[in-house]
């Protein structure tokens, strides 16, 4: 218990204290106008409050990911307390801030356009293509899901089919009108909801006095029942994601770049939101570790129930908050996955408006951009859904890495203290190249063999950054 109530006291500190140092590196000037201010075109420039935006962009970045990845993290033991509470502060935190505040300077640009900025063409390109692939595996992933959730709650005739057909429609309404119209009226009162079930779990925990593990040596091994298949570096970090570091953060954070009214409310709206989700995820890799005795109750109870979290997050939601925690658990396990879904195909859209320089304000222009990635949408979810779901995980977190190096680029060129980019850029990096080796839907070689080839990846890459920079 120690360790948990500790870990929320470094989360909410780590946001004013090295939340704050990341502002004024960054220089956040409340004196500068905003993207929302000089482009409103009542479609995606839309000046809103920072509290509206705190909300959908903590929904939109979060989804499953601090929920699922959190429960399926903790499986590894209480050594994932120490990846969600230094891996938000210090990576995840930054990550957003930075590359939401680099979106808000240069006129609300989505990620691709900000990385060929610092990065040159090539690598611009290259982001593009990656960048709206894993959009469209995030829209894939986030239908399929819930779907299947809820097919399992309503009549026969409501089958997987008919409710992946709902959904993709929803996903049409809210991809394609302005984003004050559905996101910015519902996407709020479902964040709110989302943050409140995690307290509501995070209370149970402290008045039942759930036997939550300690961080301490003893317990800081591998844990995973399958240690030897799954060793920590670099699974876990792959496994949870939202929570502590995610690649797709930086795709949804110029979605809300564009409706920032002061650059002063950034580290609310994308620091804030990031560690609000490291603390849900801490919430959950808790109640886990604890609700089921302990964490090999937890790994007895996934395998029991074929490794769904969601099964997880209904039992426990419902034992320790009743009825109003199983309206809560729907809510997390069903609507959050699906906003989080039609943000990530608004976010493509997007995109491709700004490869293609096509304006987005006139509806038939939305049309023409958004069919096609429907379309891709749809063919992709004729994937299995696990393999989908860990490829999805590969890319997301690759994605992470070159997006910390693109920051780490812009604050050197800014000659700003390029450190607290860069770290995190080296850490990720070698976690997605060792990772890409070892995985079974990887090359499938040995740990060693892993290590090594992400340490030469690695280094390769760090020396070229400061060779660059001294240059």
């Keep these: 218990m120690i360790t948990f109530l500790l870990s929320i006291v470094l989360l909410v500190g780590g946001y004013f204290i090295y939340g704050a140092i990341v502002e004024r590196l960054f220089g956040a000037d409340p004196k500068r106008a905003t993207p929302a201010q000089e482009m409103s075109d009542g479609v995606d420039y839309v000046p809103m409050g920072w509290g509206k935006i705190f909300l959908i962009q903590f929904l939109n970045i979060a989804g499953l990911g601090p929920i699922f990845g959190a429960i399926m993290g903790a499986v590894y033991g209480p050594v994932a307390f120490l990846w969600i509470v230094f891996g938000s502060i210090f990576g995840g935190a930054v990550h957003d801030y930075l590359s939401g505040m680099m979106s808000v300077r240069h006129k609300g640009v989505s990620l691709p356009e900000l990385g060929g900025l610092c990065l040159g063409n090539v690598f611009r390109q290259l ?8 959009m469209i595996l995030v829209g894939a992933v986030f239908i399929a899901g819930p779907s299947k959730l809820l097919a399992g709650l309503t009549p026969e005739v409501m089958n997987y089919t008919f409710w992946c057909i709902a959904i993709f429609l929803y996903y049409v309404l809210a991809t394609m009108l302005p984003i004050d119209k559905v996101i910015g009226r519902i996407y709020p009162v479902f964040g709110f909801a989302l943050l409140f079930m995690a307290v509501g779990i995070g209370t149970m925990i402290i008045f039942h006095g759930a036997p939550v593990p300690e961080a301490i040596p003893a317990n800081l091994h591998n844990m ?10 670099p699974m876990l970090f792959i496994s949870i994601a939202c929570g502590a570091v995610s690649g797709f953060h930086a795709t949804q954070s110029p979605l809300m770049a564009r409706c920032l009214r002061n650059e002063k ?7 804030g939101a990031m560690i609000a989700e490291g603390i849900v995820a801490l919430i959950w890799a808790a109640a886990a570790m604890s609700f089921f005795g302990n964490v090999g ?14 099964v997880a997050v209904d039992h426990i939601a419902r034992s320790w908050l009743g009825q109003v925690g199983g309206l809560l658990a729907i809510i997390g396990v069903i609507a959050a996955p699906i906003t989080s879904g039609d943000t990530a195909f608004r976010s493509a859209r997007l995109i491709v408006a700004d490869f293609l320089r096509y304006p987005q304000k006139p509806l038939l222009n939305r049309a023409w951009v958004a069919i096609p990635l429907f379309v891709a949408g749809f063919a992709i979810l004729q994937m299995n859904f696990d393999v989908l779901w860990r ?11 070159a997006t910390l190096w693109t920051v780490a680029v812009y604050l050197a060129r800014e000659k700003k203290c390029f450190w607290i980019a860069f770290f995190p850029a080296v850490f990720m990096t070698a ?10 839907e990887g090359l499938r070689l040995s740990p060693a063999t892993g290590y090594i080839t992400g340490d030469c990846i690695t280094a390769a890459i760090a020396a070229w950054f400061l060779k660059s920079v001294r240059r």
């Excluded at 982001?127 to 894993?134: C, N």
């Excluded at 976690?431 to 079974?440: L, S």
């Design 127 to 134: 982001m593009r293509g990656f960048a709206v692939l894993l």
């Design 224 to 233: 995973h029942p399958k240690a030897d298949s799954f060793p920590i570096f």
């Design 265 to 271: 409310h950034g580290r609310r709206v994308f620091y």
């Design 297 to 310: 109750g937890l790994q007895q109870f996934l395998a029991d129930n074929d490794n769904n979290a969601a």
């Design 391 to 401: 490829y999805f995980a590969w890319a997301n977190q690759t994605l992470a890495a």
């Design 431 to 440: 976690v997605v190249a060792t990772y890409i080796v070892v995985a079974p």
